[in-house]
């Protein structure tokens, strides 16, 4: 039985398309009673989150900001994941971000090994294993494979000369059992 995180993998790097079979019957079905990490304390978190908001005030020149999502590190190596929520079939990914993305993917595959995942959801139980989401990796964006939209090709009256659009149509849809397996394979590479 082939592995699919590696088939992923490959698939993202060789610019094939992912296998159009059912994943269901393939995979195994992982169904864990509780996260591996869990907020300890909520009102914590919150007020941490609070103070950066309370950063930038009125009257400031800055503006905005973005974060990342999650950042893994493993011997060295490096695993970025970026989560889009959908609008209709498209995500918005603020150009300041997907700059700064693109430097620091560059910047530590020169050193190191580094995989920065774009991801996209709608209502996605992400804790059911068979819940699908969208994906691309920085590599697919840096050659050309996502179009570099700014404007809305769906809607001529909206332009978004701030943000690149990308469409659920340009990105692979894969299980939540799937990224986990990708996740795993990265640290597995990385030891």
């Not at 591996?36 to 900001?65: A, P």
């Not at 999650?70 to 989560?83: A, D, K, M, R, S």
């Not at 469409?167 to 030891?191: A, G, N, Q």
Request: one cysteine or more.
């Amino acid at each position: 039985m082939k592995n699919e995180a590696s088939d992923f993998i490959d698939a993202l790097y060789e610019k094939e398309s992912l296998p159009t079979g059912d994943y269901k019957n393939n995979q195994i079905v992982r169904k864990s009673p509780k996260a591996k990490y869990q907020i300890f304390d909520e009102e914590e978190f919150t007020r941490g989150r609070e103070v950066l908001g309370d950063l930038i005030v009125h009257g400031m020149r800055t503006s905005g900001g973005t974060d990342i999502d999650w950042l893994i590190e493993h011997n060295g190596g490096f695993v970025i994941l970026e989560f889009k929520g959908f609008h209709g079939d498209k995500i918005n990914i603020p150009k300041g971000q997907m700059i700064a993305y693109e430097k620091l993917h560059e910047k530590l595959n020169q050193s190191t090994k580094c995989y920065l995942y774009i991801i996209g959801y709608d209502d996605t139980d992400f804790s059911n294993p068979d819940s699908k989401i969208w994906i691309f990796e920085m590599n697919q964006w840096k050659i050309g494979a996502i179009p570099k939209n700014t404007s809305d090709i769906y809607e001529e009256a909206q332009s978004k000369p701030n943000k690149f659009i990308v469409y659920r149509e340009y990105m692979e849809e894969i299980s939540i059992e799937i990224l986990r397996k990708v996740i795993d394979s990265h640290w597995e590479e990385f030891e």
